[in-house]
Every structure is written in C-alpha cells, then in structure tokens.
C-alpha cells in the first residue's frame, strides 16, 4: 500500500487500486503491463510501481498514466535502488 492524500493504492493479486474515500469505494488502476506488483511508493503525484516481471514503473498523474521508469530515470542493469533513492 502507498498513500498520498487523498490517494491510497493498493496492490494486490489481481492488480492495483486506488481509492480517495478512506477505503469505501476502490477502483482499477490500468496501464501497468502486469499484475505482479511488488512495490510501490508515492511521492506528490508521482507514483512508482515495481512490477515482477517488467520494471519499475511511474506515473505522474496518480496512475492515470504510466511510463517505464528506465526511460525516465536511466536506471542501469545489475543495480539495487531504493525508491527513496529514485523520489
């Protein structure tokens, strides 16, 4: 889970969700190219999401959208990173 008000996301085994009403309705959040989600962190509207298979992923408008975070953050192969690190 990663919460930035009013966002709250949450991954689970079926994908991930966001909700803005202290957990009473949930939505999808799509875009993403899996469900494996392993991570995730929030940082103003940015958010990352560390997906098992296809990499860390951002988005900057509260997962409307998503891009590969390499392309972004040139990330480079054979390297641990904290989310702390990329925020």
Not at 28 to 49: D, M, Q, R, S, W
């Amino acid at each position: 889970m990663a919460f930035q008000a009013p966002y709250l996301f949450a991954a689970t085994p079926t994908g991930l969700f966001s909700n803005i009403d202290n957990g009473l309705n949930w939505k999808e959040v799509h875009g993403l190219p899996e469900n494996t989600i392993n991570g995730l962190a929030v940082k103003g509207n940015k958010i990352f999401a560390a997906c098992y298979y296809s990499g860390l992923y951002v988005s900057n408008d509260f997962g409307a959208t998503w891009e590969k975070a390499e392309l972004k953050y040139q990330l480079r192969e054979n390297r641990c990173y904290t989310y702390h690190s990329l925020l």
